[in-house]
């Protein structure tokens, strides 16, 4: 019955914006300091021995990054405020991510349970990695996955003892000078997955991580780059939270995903970043021939969110797929979209963003659909639809979509609506009082997308709507 | 026990399109308000559930005693107040089901939640009482519907919700034989000793299915003339206009002075 996981649902995770907002006081064992150096980018090596190639990408990467400027001629000035010599780079407990809960030390394990971790993993994930700050403090995988030879770990276990794979794709999806937060986190790195999917291979539950920010004036720059080899199925999932600190918190990550020909990979994000979150995230997928990449994207929280998940279709009859759903409330800037780059023939997109803004909150799209004049056949569909709660919420588009030749097609649909004083009055009528009215019609509006996520994050993400919808009305 | 209104008069802006409304229905009774468009029935069926456009600037609701104009729509309608609106909106993404287990749960006490495999078992009770198919409640509510399957949701609303008092604004219209008869069986279904019904209409044709106890002749926003059936088919013949010359303007009429209804 698909309406079980209707309106009501029982509560299966627990990471709303209140069941996130405490934190620990943990002794840290690396302590990168205050501020962004050279001295900064060799304790990170350091402390995490690497290796003389990664110490040297590093460095080219904070060059670029003390380069180039802050894109504020096109994105928000807000990123003028974010004071890199304030935040701390690197705070980690130790350098290996524990098997079983048991390893894992005993506050960062409370923070783990208090945000339904352990009891996620128990019900329904292949594997789960969990990141406190700057490193994983837990890691593990279904046994029977690691006998068919996928590999599920930290980044710098990837690199470490997998160095064949993870050299040849690391940087090589979205390189340093890809942008300045792309070079900043290619300096300082830490954490986030590595996963490789052996040719033919189906991973049939999803992969999870919990990126968790624990320390104030903290930066958590973590990398995931997953590889699905040919023929592969993956779906990799990941929750982040942190708690409400009175200064800025950053958080840029970056992500490069490798679908060889005929895999697939469906990459899903639910954050619930607390309102004084810079985030700021780079995420890009490569499909070959016949593969698919799927973004399926949910931002809710964050102070300004800049994210833009890309599918660059390098092979024939590749797929690239983005559903996005952004909620911006007072004092929040969801800058978020999608782009897809056709370079090949009969290659297919699909991008369907929604945002909703209540209060002064504001969202904008930003899309990136390029078809060069040389390809045929090649389709791109792209739906953007914005709901507007309050007078004073703002939203913005900008679709970019550059078709060349006519042996393509491309559709675009946009849409602005409210939800009219009518609707909420009919609704009323039947019972509903107002606030449960408007978050039902947000739902509502949201409601074909949340289909997409699996049920237990979908269950969660109507009660995330609902919480950001109380005390909207009036 | 009733829905009593008693001396009405309401707004809209600036505009007074309620005039003195008196009128009381009782639980087990059925009454029917016809009248000429722009009456005012409308607008009548509006104030009672507490509709924000309108202002009330004179007299009283009291449900079974109760004081209504007071209280929030959303309290009204779990009070027992059912209006199936004349043009009922569209609600995207948010099937018939889901809609109802919320209103559904929304009459629970706090801390109460709703049994889905007996909500689902009403349902479909109902549904198939009414001679809908089953699938028609996975449908987002009103989004894309025709005229007809806009009024068998309301239909199938009022009975899922089962009102205290339920009041129909012009659910007749537009309507072809067959869902017009939806709609009467709907109504004939719930009628019992525990409800009360106003149905609003302009046309005798509802009534041949629904036989109601009383029938008003509202015009300009008031009642101008009550009987039983019989009145309704008097107008189906003479039509509106004789009582219009002799009510229409409010300085002509009897009652403009004081406002009450003989």
């Not at chain 1, 001295?39 to 402390?47: K, L, N, P, Q």
């Not at chain 1, 992969?207 to 040919?230: C, H, K, M, P, V």
């Not at chain 2, 008069?9 to 087990?28: K, N, Q, V, Y």
Request: charged share 25%; with cysteine.
């Amino acid at each position: 019955m698909a309406e079980e996981q209707g309106i009501a649902g029982e509560d299966l995770l627990q990471l709303d914006r209140s069941a996130g907002d405490f934190h620990y006081d943990v002794k840290y064992a690396y302590d990168a300091g205050v501020g962004l150096s050279e001295e900064t980018v060799d304790y990170i090596c350091d402390a995490k021995n690497d290796p003389t190639w990664l110490r040297d990408f590093r460095k080219r990467a904070l060059e670029i990054f003390l380069r180039e400027p802050l894109p504020t001629h096109w994105a928000s000035e807000q990123l003028a405020e974010i004071d890199f010599s304030q935040i701390r780079y690197y705070l980690a407990h130790g350098q290996r991510a524990g098997r079983s809960w048991d390893e894992v030390p005993e506050e960062v394990k409370r923070t783990f349970e208090r945000l339904g971790v352990p009891e996620q993993e128990r019900k329904f994930l292949a594997g789960v990695e969990a990141q406190f700050d700057s490193e994983a403090a837990y890691s593990n995988m279904k046994e029977a996955l690691r006998a068919q030879g996928v590999i599920f770990v930290g980044s710098t276990e990837g690199l470490h003892k997998h160095p064949e794979l993870f050299r040849k794709w690391f940087g090589k999806v979205i390189p340093p000078g890809d942008n300045k937060f792309a070079a900043l986190n290619s300096a300082v790195f830490s954490g986030g997955s590595f996963i490789y999917v052996p040719p033919g291979v189906k991973v049939s539950h999803p992969l999870q991580a919990y990126f968790r920010i624990n320390a104030e004036s903290f930066g958590q720059f973590e990398r995931t780059l997953i590889i699905a080899d040919e023929g592969s199925e993956v779906t990799y999932m990941e929750g982040c939270t942190a708690p409400r600190f009175d200064t800025a918190t950053l958080h840029s990550a970056v992500v490069e995903l490798v679908a060889l020909p005929g895999a697939k990979i469906q990459y899903i994000t639910v954050q619930n970043w607390s309102p004084n979150v810079f985030n700021l995230v780079t995420k890009r997928g490569m499909a070959m021939e016949n593969a698919e990449v799927r973004w399926i994207d949910c931002n809710i929280g964050s102070r300004l969110t800049m994210k833009y998940p890309a599918v660059i279709l390098r092979g024939r009859k590749a797929r690239g797929e983005v559903l996005s759903i952004a909620l911006a409330n007072s004092g929040q800037h969801q800058d978020t979209g999608a782009k897809m780059i056709h370079l090949a023939d009969e290659t297919t997109s699909n991008i369907i963003a929604k945002s909703i803004s209540i209060g002064e909150g504001r969202s904008s799209y930003r899309g990136m659909v390029r078809i060069p004049n040389h390809l045929k056949g090649c389709k791109n569909n792209t739906e953007c639809d914005a709901l507007l709660i309050n007078t004073s919420s703002r939203t913005d588009t900008y679709p970019a979509i550059t078709l060349r030749g006519n042996r393509s097609a491309v559709q675009h649909e946009a849409s602005v609506s409210k939800i009219s004083a009518e609707q909420i009055f009919y609704m009323r009528q039947r019972g509903l009082p107002e606030s449960e009215a408007m978050s039902l019609s947000v739902n509502g509006f949201v409601n074909d997308l949340v289909r997409e996520f699996p049920m237990e994050y979908s269950v969660e993400l109507k009660r995330l709507i609902d919480l950001e919808m109380e005390g909207s009305v009036g | 026990m009733s829905l009593q209104i008693c001396d009405l008069h309401a707004r809209i802006a600036d505009r007074e399109i309620l005039r003195g409304i008196s009128l009381e229905i009782r639980l087990g009774q059925t009454h029917a308000i016809m009248g000429p468009n722009g009456s005012g029935k409308s607008t009548l069926a509006k104030v009672i559930s507490g509709h924000p456009d309108y202002e009330v600037t004179q007299g009283s609701v009291l449900l079974d005693g109760v004081p209504l104009l007071e209280r929030e729509p959303d309290e009204r309608a779990r009070m027992g107040v059912f209006l199936a609106f004349q043009y009922p909106c569209e609600i995207p993404g948010v099937s018939i089901a889901n809609f109802l287990r919320a209103a559904a749960q929304a009459r629970l006490p706090e801390g109460e939640s709703l049994s889905v495999t007996d909500f689902y078992q009403k349902l479909y009770r109902e549904m198939d009482a009414l001679g809908m198919q089953r699938n028609f409640s996975s449908r987002p509510l009103n989004a894309g519907f025709s005229g007809g399957e806009k009024k068998r949701a309301e239909i199938l609303q009022m009975a899922m919700l089962r009102p205290r008092y339920g009041i129909l604004d012009e659910t007749d219209s537009g309507l072809d034989i067959d869902a017009l008869k939806v709609v009467a069986n709907g109504v004939n279904r719930l009628r019992g000793p525990e409800v009360g019904f106003l149905i609003i209409t302009h046309y005798q044709r509802l009534l041949d299915y629904i036989t109601p106890d009383f029938v008003h002749v509202m015009v300009e926003g008031r009642i101008v003339q009550s009987g039983g059936p019989e009145l309704a088919l008097e107008l189906e013949r003479h039509g509106y206009g004789s009582l219009e010359e002799r009510y229409g303007s409010s300085k002509l009429s009897p009652l403009a002075e004081t406002g009450t209804q003989g």
